[in-house]
């Protein structure tokens, strides 16, 4: 995208407009820019769709074009190379685009989490049932009910005596319906309990 974008201002810098084929890898960008509202990279995407627009007014006939990445196409393998070491250089004369920053930040972030969750997961059931963090993969993320219900089950803190007794809100943890002494658990709830049965 930064490539694209720095492709078409220095485009609008040139006075003599005329016909020209950018040649990218990127399928993605391509993807990107060619819709009018993208869900991702909008920061990016909006300033190529300007100079685009720009470029179209001042008579350019702009045409983009993907091109496979190390398939041994020796200008495009040339410039990957020079790409990677301008990635090691302190200076750069283009800085890191906003969609870059987030990402970078973002996985930072994931890092430093994984690092205190490694050290606390044994103090919790959460980080027991879950050492790594990612999202569930049961996750349905269309039907939040389900996932909040699936969550608070995993964390045992859904409405059964055994978690209401924990926040004093219930006198005893033992389930009522059976009356047997077993603790009323999501697990003796879905498994063994009278009362779930009753409503199958």
């Not at 993807?31 to 909006?46: G, M, Q, V």
């Not at 393998?77 to 090691?88: P, T």
């Not at 906003?98 to 890092?111: S, T």
């Not at 859904?158 to 009522?176: D, F």
Request: net charge positive; hydrophobic share 35%; glycine share 4%.
């Amino acid at each position: 995208m930064s490539a694209i974008h720095i492709a078409t201002s220095w485009l609008l810098q040139t006075n003599n407009p005329g016909k020209i084929v950018i040649l990218t890898d990127s399928d993605t960008s391509l993807h990107l820019i060619n819709h009018r509202k993208p869900k991702k990279f909008i920061h990016s995407t909006t300033k190529i769709h300007k100079n685009i627009i720009e470029l179209t007014n001042k008579g350019w006939i702009l045409k983009f074009q993907w091109i496979p990445s190390h398939c041994d196409i020796p200008g495009n393998d040339h410039v990957d190379k020079l790409a990677n070491l301008g990635r090691a250089l302190d200076n750069v004369t283009y800085p890191i685009g906003l969609n870059d920053q987030q990402n970078l930040v973002k996985k930072q972030m994931i890092k430093k989490w994984q690092e205190r969750w490694d050290i606390d997961k044994h103090n919790n059931t959460y980080g027991i049932l879950k050492p790594i963090i990612s999202n569930w993969h049961w996750c349905r993320h269309e039907n939040r009910a389900l996932d909040v219900i699936m969550t608070k089950m995993r964390l045992e803190k859904i409405g059964l005596n055994k978690y209401l007794h924990k926040i004093n809100l219930s006198p005893t943890n033992p389930c009522t319906q059976c009356n047997n002494g077993d603790i009323e658990t999501d697990e003796h709830y879905l498994l063994s309990c009278q009362k779930y049965n009753a409503h199958l």
